[in-house]
């Protein structure tokens, strides 16, 4: 960090607070807590918007399950409803399947004073405590009970604004940073007992978020007593002004925050590789938090590619060729080493685990 940039951070952070102090009364929401209708409906009679509620889990078996309520694609806002159910599964043995059912308009419906989602057979509940989730794709099938174990979160309000008037956004809150999960799932037929851990979010808003972001990494990762969110995300190049980096941290000890100021994050990236579609990534990406609190500093190292995924496959055919004049939009998913060195508050650790973490090029 700079010294420049250092001497820059009170005036941002008093423009950024003020900001945060705006958006939260706009929206009806208390500043450092998260309450159960903000896992609701959050677009309902809103019209041109997306939203999803997306679960995560990792068993104890090796196996993984993640399963996406969408009412929409975001890439596409404008129009009536269009409710699709996102299934990813991978077994025990590595074997992977990726399934994306669409549905009627009228079998979508969801409560707006917190997480009661239904798309066709499809449905999960949740009160940001405990969530009941049941997903059944052809011959693949989740039942799975979602135990919060670290604090709800978002940043500031949860949601970033743009345009003059402040019309268009894209909001995000954490309802289970990190949770502990039960039930059975159904892997081509065959029917297991799993328990593991779990993370879930929300997403939603009325622009495509590839309107005004170049890239971003984004990751999770639960080790020893710690779970930590970090983010960073670049914005398109503007003639005058340039890019710019914009970062978002959480740290949390148990039931505690430690922090979830993002402006003292940063990123460096070193050692890309060759990626799926044209594209490349970094092998180790280390993130760096200091404040005049303290320091952490999270070190990626080892990336496994679990998916890559060309964000233009759900596009129609004869619009893809136009939009790959502009873009090539691609998605990278990876499993990772972790080092996490802990010097805040009083508190210091060394931790060591895996990261899950992604990398979204929107460009």
């Given at each position: 960090m700079t010294s420049e940039l250092e001497e820059k951070i009170p005036d941002i952070r008093e423009r950024m607070e003020a900001d945060t102090a705006e958006s939260l009364e706009r929206e009806g929401l208390k500043a450092g807590e998260v309450e159960p209708w903000e896992d609701g409906f959050r677009t309902k009679d809103k019209p041109d918007t997306f939203e999803w509620w997306y679960f995560d889990a990792e068993f104890d078996d090796g196996s993984t399950t993640v399963a996406v309520f969408n009412t929409k694609p975001m890439t596409h806002p404008k129009g009536p409803l269009k409710p699709s159910i996102l299934l990813i599964m991978k077994s025990p043995e590595g074997k992977q399947v990726r399934l994306t059912?669409?549905?009627?308009?009228?079998?979508?419906?969801s409560a707006d004073d917190g997480c009661e989602v239904s798309i066709g057979g499809n449905h999960v509940k949740g009160d940001l405590d405990r969530y009941e989730l049941h997903v059944e794709v052809e011959s693949y099938a989740?039942?799975?009970?979602?135990?919060?174990?670290?604090?709800?979160?978002?940043?500031?309000?949860?949601?970033?604004?743009?345009?003059?008037?402040?019309?268009?956004?894209?909001?995000w809150v954490v309802p289970i940073p990190y949770g502990t999960v039960e039930g059975?799932?159904?892997?081509?037929?065959?029917?297991?007992?799993?328990?593991?851990?779990?993370?879930?979010?929300?997403?939603?808003?009325?622009?495509?978020?590839?309107m005004e972001i170049d890239h971003w990494y984004w990751g999770r990762a639960h080790v020893g007593q710690f779970t930590t969110i970090f983010v960073e995300m670049v914005t398109r190049h503007v003639i005058g002004i340039g890019s710019l980096k914009l970062h978002t941290f959480l740290l949390a000890?148990?039931?505690?925050?430690?922090?979830?100021?993002?402006l003292p994050l940063s990123l460096?990236?070193?050692?890309?590789?060759?990626g799926p579609g044209g594209k490349s990534y970094p092998t180790k990406l280390d993130f760096e938090w200091r404040g005049e609190e303290g320091s952490a500093t999270l070190s990626i190292r080892n990336p496994e590619m679990i998916e890559s995924?060309?964000?233009?496959?759900?596009?129609?055919?004869?619009?893809r060729p136009l939009i790959h004049l502009i873009a090539n939009p691609y998605y990278y998913d990876f499993n990772a080493d972790l080092e996490l060195t802990v010097d805040l508050k009083g508190v210091k650790a060394t931790e060591r685990g895996r990261a899950l973490y992604e990398l979204m090029m929107l460009k």
């Open positions: 059912p669409e549905f009627k308009e009228e079998e979508f419906s989740a039942d799975l009970a979602l135990t919060r174990k670290a604090p709800s979160w978002r940043p500031g309000s949860g949601i970033s604004y743009s345009g003059r008037d402040k019309g268009n956004y894209f909001g059975t799932v159904v892997f081509e037929g065959e029917k297991r007992q799993v328990k593991g851990t779990c993370y879930h979010d929300h997403n939603f808003g009325n622009v495509s978020p590839g000890r148990g039931d505690e925050i430690l922090t979830d100021d993002g460096v990236t070193s050692d890309f590789k060759d995924i060309d964000m233009l496959e759900s596009a129609p055919r004869w619009e």
